[in-house]
Structure formats: structure tokens, C-alpha cells
């Protein structure tokens, strides 16, 4: 099987905490690594990916994965 699911996971230095440019975000924000700054998508892509992985696990999943916001 094919795995398109988003990984919470930073593929670059695998830290898994991002970091977005807005708070509240917007859908069309670009989020960042808050490790090493590799740009990770944009927060509405993702958002959405992660609701389809799991409706009932979304908020928790948002809140570990966007636990730092940048300012
Ligand atoms: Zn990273």
C-alpha cells in the first residue's frame, strides 16, 4: 500500500515539533520545521490530511504537532 499519509515527523532532522508564521494560523500559511526550518507544506494541506487520517484524533495530533507557534 501506498503511503500517502502526512507524517508528523520532520523529514529532515526529524523533530516533531513546526512552527507557523501566524496564531491563529491561516489555511494558506507555510509551516517550518521548528528544528531546522525545512518547509514542511502548507497548514490547510496538512490540517486536511490529518482530519482524513483521523477525525476523532485531530485536535490532539494538531496540538502535539503545532504545540510551538512562530512569531
Ligand atoms: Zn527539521
Redesign the pocket.
Known amino acids: 500500500m501506498a503511503e500517502d499519509r502526512v507524517s508528523a515527523t520532520?523529514s529532515?532532522?526529524?523533530?516533531e515539533t513546526f512552527s507557523l508564521p501566524n496564531n491563529p494560523p491561516h489555511d494558506d500559511d507555510v509551516v517550518t520545521?521548528a528544528?531546522?526550518?525545512?518547509v514542511v507544506g502548507k497548514y490547510g494541506d496538512i490540517q486536511k490530511a490529518l482530519m482524513d487520517a483521523g477525525k476523532a484524533e485531530v485536535s490532539k495530533i494538531i496540538s502535539n504537532t503545532f504545540g510551538k507557534f512562530g512569531k
Open positions: 520532520c529532515e532532522c526529524g523533530s520545521c528544528g531546522c526550518g525545512t
